[in-house]
Structures are given as structure tokens and as C-alpha cells.
Nanobody
């Protein structure tokens, strides 16, 4: 079993930055594909970004490409999401995701509880 705990959400003005963190426990994060999803009010959960088990490959939704960066520190069992140039449409609950193979837009085995990100205009 894997436990994921997110942190770093909050309120920020448009154009600002936030960094989300997700600490994994129960298994070493180095053996897991990791990623982030988000869910805005009244909308379905959507894929944001993913990173391979060793961190050599990253994938992004078109809506965040060039603004968000996913990274990981396997020694700390932590994955990060650096969010720059934030827009009001980025407002959502952000969920950390993990999978024994890889996180894809359509697959993740494990989920965190979520952290709220609110971007004011």
C-alpha cells in the first residue's frame, strides 16, 4: 500500500507561483511512477503532469506546458509540481497520483487527499 500526502497549496494572485509537494510512504517512491491531477468545481478530474520512476521522462497537459514543472527527489520520496505564471483557470484541488508502472492521463493506482490551489484575478 502507498500513502500520498500533498502540501503547498494556497491562495495566489494571477501571474504568481506555487510549489506543491507530495510525500510518499509505504513504498519507496523510486519504484513508482508519479504525477499530478486536478479537479475544478463542477468539472471532472484532469491530468496535469507525470514523471517516470527514475525522473528521466516527464509529460504535461497542453494547458500547463511551459508553465508547470514536475520533478522528484527519490531520496526524499517526494514529487514536486512547480507552478509558474498561474491563471485563474488553474484554480482546483490538486491531487498527487502514483502507480507501480507509470501514471498516465487514464491511470493511477494511488491517490492523495488533495490540496487546494486558488488563483485570484
Amino acid at each position: 500500500q502507498v500513502q500520498l500526502v500533498e502540501s503547498g497549496g494556497g491562495l495566489v494572485q494571477a501571474g504568481g507561483s506555487l510549489r506543491l509537494s507530495c510525500a510518499a510512504s509505504g513504498r519507496t517512491s523510486g519504484s513508482l511512477g508519479m504525477g499530478w491531477f486536478r479537479q475544478a468545481p463542477g468539472k471532472e478530474r484532469e491530468f496535469v503532469a507525470a514523471i517516470s520512476r527514475r525522473g528521466s521522462s516527464t509529460y504535461y497537459a497542453d494547458s500547463v506546458k511551459g508553465r508547470f514543472t514536475i520533478s522528484r527527489d527519490n531520496a526524499k520520496n517526494t514529487v514536486y509540481l512547480q507552478m509558474n505564471s498561474l491563471k485563474p483557470e488553474d484554480t482546483a484541488v490538486y491531487y498527487c497520483a502514483a502507480d507501480r508502472t507509470e501514471v498516465t492521463p487514464r491511470r493511477s493506482e494511488y491517490w492523495g487527499q488533495g490540496t487546494q490551489v486558488t488563483v485570484s484575478s
